[in-house]
């Protein structure tokens, strides 16, 4: 079963908003990784990070490796129609190879 | 670089019959992975190969699941004997030898078990 927790479940924003996200689980992951799925389509790799720590962006996004390697957050900045989706954090442990656990996503919607 | 393709797209099919999808990676992507994903759910991992070798194969893929990779370059994954609980997209993904951890996903594969 699942492993990561993702919170919120879902969000109803208005364009231009700011959004925040997060991923947390019980065990430690050595990569974090988000993705974004839109219907009927597979996840789209967004931002990918490897460090304790670390803090990376990809135009409006950014995202954190937590400290802990326990918790990964995912910030979207003025948000617009077309970042409608859902949003996916996925982990991979020292110990599980190349297999990512994913959480259950967070559900994004937009209204302009 | 065209990206991972997924054939076919969609399979309805009734249960007990067999099924067969078959996934083209990113060219020059040594790693090819199969993950299910139900709805309202994460993708789940299924099983991968580096080149050939099939590596690592989850719980989850019962002996009804086989998934081969002959020639290190497409891989087909087989369902025998099809149940209703087999219903869910089968998405593929790819990554890079030197960039193993980021795996690009294809469109998947949406399965219908009747």
């Known amino acids: 079963g699942q492993q990561l927790n993702q919170s919120p479940q879902s969000m109803f924003i208005q364009e231009g908003e700011d959004v925040s996200m997060n991923c947390t689980s019980s065990?430690?992951?050595?990569?974090w990784l988000w993705y974004k799925q839109e219907p009927g389509e597979g996840p789209v790799l967004l931002i990918a990070?490897?460090?304790?720590?670390e803090l990376t962006s990809n135009g409006r996004l950014t995202a954190q490796f937590g400290i802990t390697r326990k918790d990964s957050f995912l910030n979207i900045s003025a948000s617009i129609p077309s970042d409608v989706g859902i949003y996916f954090c996925?982990?991979?442990?020292?110990?599980?190879?190349?297999?990512?656990?994913f959480g259950e996503g967070t559900q994004l919607t937009v209204n302009p | 670089d065209t990206g991972v393709s997924q054939d076919p797209r969609h399979k309805i099919t009734k249960r007990g019959q067999n099924v067969t999808f078959r996934c083209d990676p990113i060219?020059?992507?040594?790693?090819l992975y199969w993950y299910r994903q139900t709805l309202g759910q994460g993708p789940e991992f299924l099983t991968y190969?580096?080149?050939?070798?099939?590596?690592?194969k989850s719980r989850l893929l019962s002996d009804r699941f086989s998934a081969e990779r002959p020639k290190g370059s497409f891989s087909t994954l087989e369902i025998q004997r099809t149940e209703q609980g087999d219903s869910a997209m089968y998405l593929c993904?790819?990554?890079?030898?030197?960039?193993?951890?980021?795996?690009?996903f294809g469109p998947g594969t949406r399965l219908t078990v009747t």
């Open positions: 993904a790819s990554s890079s030898p030197g960039l193993t951890y980021e795996q690009y």
């Open positions: 065990s430690i992951f050595n990569t």
């Open positions: 990070l490897y460090k304790a720590g």
């Open positions: 996925a982990g991979r442990k020292e110990t599980s190879g190349s297999r990512l656990t």
């Open positions: 060219s020059e992507h040594n790693r």
């Open positions: 190969f580096q080149n050939e070798a099939q590596l690592e």
